[in-house]
C-alpha cells in the first residue's frame, strides 16, 4: 500500500512570494491534515479536510489556505511568504470517520525556504 | 497555547536500559494519546496508542502509561535499543479524531 505522498520535498521562495503544496493521501483515507513544523514548536496543526470540507482550522493566519478534491488529494497554499514561514510542512491522512484512535499516517514532508 | 507538552527536549539511555519519556496534557476532555517516532528527513510514524479509559498499553517493548488525574503519560522501551534514537512526539486527540494536538519533542539518544 503506497503511503502519503508529498510534492515537492523542497522549496525556495523569497519573501512576498506564494507556494502551492501538495498531498495525495494513502488510498481510501478520506482525511488530510497540515502541520507546520519549525525547531522548537513541535507541529503546529493548520488544518484539516474531509470529504472536500475543512472541518478544522489551527491558529494561523488567512495567508494560509487549502482545499480538498474529490479523489482525497489535498493543496496548501501560502501567499505573501514571510521568513517566519520557513518550515517543514507535513501532511497527514487517515480514514477519518472514526475515533481518535485512528492514528494519521504522515508523509515525509516539504523542506520550504523562504530567503 | 500548548495543550500538549514535553518538558525534555533531549535524553541520553544507554543500550539495553530503560527509556522513559514523558508528556503532559492541560485539556481534560482529550480521549486518545498516541505516540510518534520521527527520523530525520522523514515523517513521523505512528508507535503506540492509549485510551484515557485505561492506564496501560503495551506493545512488544513499547509501554505507554496514562494518569489522568495528573493528565500524565509516559513512554517507556525496554530494553533501548540504538535504532531507537529518533525524536518522540506525543499527541492528543478528542473522540472525534479530526485534531490532534502535538507536543514539542523529545529526541532520543540511545549509546551503544
Known amino acids: 500500500k503506497a503511503g502519503v505522498t508529498q510534492t515537492p520535498r523542497y522549496l525556495i521562495k523569497t519573501r512576498g512570494q506564494q507556494v502551492t503544496l501538495s498531498c495525495s493521501p494513502i488510498s481510501g483515507h478520506r482525511s488530510v491534515s497540515w502541520y507546520q513544523q519549525t525547531p522548537g514548536q513541535g507541529l503546529q496543526f493548520l488544518f484539516e479536510?474531509?470529504?472536500?470540507?475543512?472541518?478544522n482550522k489551527g491558529n494561523f493566519p488567512g495567508r494560509f489556505s487549502g482545499r480538498q478534491f474529490s479523489n482525497s488529494r489535498s493543496e496548501m497554499n501560502v501567499s505573501t511568504l514571510e521568513l517566519g514561514d520557513s518550515a517543514l510542512y507535513l501532511c497527514?491522512?487517515?480514514?477519518?470517520?472514526?475515533?481518535?484512535?485512528?492514528?494519521?499516517?504522515f508523509g515525509d514532508g516539504t523542506r520550504l525556504s523562504i530567503l | 497555547d500548548q495543550q500538549v507538552k514535553q518538558n525534555s527536549p533531549s535524553l541520553s539511555v544507554q543500550e539495553g536500559r530503560i527509556s522513559i519519556l514523558n508528556c503532559d496534557y492541560t485539556?481534560?476532555?482529550?480521549?486518545?494519546f498516541l505516540w510518534y517516532k520521527k527520523y530525520p528527513a522523514e515523517g513521523p510514524t505512528f508507535l503506540i496508542s492509549i485510551s484515557s479509559i485505561k492506564d496501560k498499553n503495551e506493545d512488544g517493548r513499547f509501554t505507554v502509561f496514562l494518569n489522568k488525574s495528573a493528565k500524565h503519560l509516559s513512554l517507556h522501551i525496554v530494553p533501548s535499543q540504538p535504532g531507537d534514537s529518533a525524536v518522540y512526539f506525543c499527541?492528543?486527540?478528542?473522540?472525534?479524531?479530526?485534531?490532534?494536538?502535538f507536543g514539542t519533542g523529545t529526541s532520543l539518544t540511545v549509546i551503544p
Open positions: 479536510y474531509f470529504s472536500e470540507t475543512q472541518r
Open positions: 497527514a491522512s487517515s480514514l477519518g470517520s472514526g475515533g481518535g484512535d485512528q492514528p494519521q499516517h
Open positions: 485539556n481534560s476532555m482529550f480521549d486518545y
Open positions: 499527541a492528543a486527540s478528542g473522540n472525534t479524531g479530526n485534531q490532534f494536538y
